[in-house]
């Protein structure tokens, strides 16, 4: 399974972005899909994850009420809309897959395919 971020920029604090990650390869079955972060000298770090259905959801508390976590499973793709964006978004943000969890896992330890990142910068 390949997992291809995109949807990366510079933007100004307050503004938007929509991340997109296409997931295409031998997938079957459901899955959960999960968006995480890495800060310049910072861990890896929780952002959202969804469930297959979309019922489950799952925010890190930095990002909840503010970023929005949706899929298109005929489309095999996990969106991220980030609003009002603050300087402290700044970080690479990375798609995972999740294959043998039903809701929505938080933790890097049960997601088992990611994708290469794609560079988030909020300028104040």
């Known amino acids: ?3 291809q971020a995109s949807g990366g ?10 991340l ?6 031998r997938i079957s079955g459901v899955y959960t899909m999960g968006w995480f972060r890495q800060g310049p000298g910072k861990g890896r770090e929780f952002v959202a994850a969804i469930n297959w259905s979309g019922i489950s959801k799952n925010y890190a508390g930095s990002v909840r009420g503010r970023f929005t976590i949706s899929r298109n499973n005929a489309k095999n793709t996990v969106f991220l809309q980030m609003d009002s964006l603050r300087p402290d978004d700044t970080a690479v943000y990375y798609c995972a897959a999740d294959f043998d969890t039903v809701e929505a896992a938080t933790s890097v330890r049960y997601y088992d395919a990611w994708g290469k990142g794609t560079q988030v910068t909020v300028s104040s």
Request: glycine residues 22%; contains cysteine.
């Open 20 to 25: 997109s990650c296409a997931a295409s390869g």
């Open 9 to 18: 920029g510079l933007v100004q604090a307050g503004g938007s972005l929509r």
């Open 1 to 3: 399974v390949q997992l």
